[in-house]
């Protein structure tokens, strides 16, 4: 059986390509193929959200994209099994939007009620952008702040580009190749719907005057030229705010943003809210980091202190014992010093002598012989007198 295909190549939303419209197309196709073919600038996100869990609920969808593919257009298409790309394609994503219709004079207290209303809007924008940007990191494997920053951007990918960023999963060469810029209706219609300049090749021609390189016969079409002169000339005279990639990149800010490749324009650099909240974070590590570190070497430069003190407190304690004698004075260690003053005690005159008479004091009396001492002559004479 041969899939059925449903073209969608208008405004996504009622009285046009409808979740009803799609859940019509649908109905009967149980789990048969179905190839949505999608040229579409976008429209309403309430219908293409729930076309895309319509694709999800069925199951084998394959999403053709060709020609412009921008907003919610891509939004439904994140609900097919297989997502393939016109090699001449372009596709964009972009933050949730709402349309803002406030004007004339008004009075102070207006103004204030305008600001509050406005506010209001801005939060239920921003958490419906959070859900979205949810919806393409699921499909790309991608960071929230990469796909956030891309939403920010608001820039025209090539359809090699969405497939290295995972919105597409396959680009196909078309049986007719068609360069989608040479159509100039279609082309103005993306730029008045408020989606940015494509990206336009120019020719390389040698310098003519204005006149003669307008009507001059060539591959460009008439409308080619005037387009480009214009698009050229508004380009000279508006501020350049086209993303690119830096000149010089910085390794280690794009490791702590999550980032490969670092983008700006002439006027700089931009970080999202999350990745300034990133290098905050990183910053304040840091400074914790280099806090804890000045806090030790001060630690460790009291203990060298203390110690240095203790070193000389000890020398000092010496000092008496230095004094004695030359051999003291020169011993290394204490134990030295206390070798070197025994030694000099022990050769001090009488030292042996002192220590011999001490050790016997004890004299034994079992080995005096008393008889031999009292048959002494002036022993026996003292006896009688007595």
Request: glycine share 4%.
């Amino acid at each position: 059986m041969s899939a059925k295909i449903i073209v969608i190549d208008g405004y996504i939303g009622p009285y046009g390509y409808s979740k009803q419209f799609i859940r019509n197309e649908l109905a009967g196709q149980s789990k048969n193929p179905v190839t949505i073919k999608i040229s579409s600038l976008g429209g309403s996100v309430d219908d293409a959200l729930n076309i895309y869990d319509q694709f999800i609920e069925h199951g084998n969808v394959t999403a053709e994209l060709s020609a412009f593919v921008a907003s919610s257009a891509t939004l439904l298409s994140l609900g097919a099994k297989t997502v393939r790309m016109n090699e001449n394609s372009f596709y964009m994503i972009h933050k949730a939007m709402n349309w803002v219709d406030e004007w004339g004079t008004m009075n102070e207290d207006e103004i204030q009620s305008l600001i509050a209303k406005l506010e209001a809007q801005k939060q239920q924008l921003a958490k419906i952008t959070l859900q979205l940007a949810k919806m393409y990191v699921k499909k790309t494997g991608k960071t929230l702040d990469q796909i956030t920053g891309l939403m920010k951007q608001e820039s025209w990918l090539t359809a090699e580009e969405a497939k290295t960023w995972g919105f597409v999963d396959e680009v196909f060469v078309p049986e007719v190749a068609i360069n989608f810029l040479d159509n100039l209706q279609m082309v103005s219609m993306v730029t008045s719907n408020g989606f940015p300049e494509p990206p336009r090749k120019s020719a390389q021609k040698a310098p003519v005057s204005v006149i003669s390189e307008i009507f001059a016969p060539d591959e460009d079409s008439f409308f080619d030229r005037i387009w480009n002169r214009l698009i050229n000339k508004q380009k000279d005279v508006l501020p350049k705010n086209i993303k690119v990639e830096m000149k010089k990149q910085f390794t280690y800010l794009n490791s702590t943003l999550n980032i490969s490749v670092l983008e700006g324009t002439e006027e700089g650099a931009f970080l999202n809210q999350s990745q300034l909240e990133e290098v905050e974070q990183r910053l304040e590590a840091t400074q914790q980091l280099v806090s804890e570190r000045d806090s030790a070497i001060l630690e460790r430069d009291t203990v060298i202190t203390n110690l240095e003190t203790a070193q000389h407190n000890l020398a000092s304690a010496y000092d008496p014992f230095n004094a004695i004698d030359p051999v003291i004075a020169t011993a290394a260690t204490p134990e030295a010093k206390a070798a070197a003053i025994r030694a000099l005690l022990a050769a001090r005159p009488a030292a042996a002598p002192v220590l011999a008479l001490e050790q016997q004091d004890e004299i034994a009396t079992d080995e005096v012989d008393w008889e031999a001492i009292n048959n002494l002559e002036h022993n026996k004479q003292v006896d009688k007198n007595s």
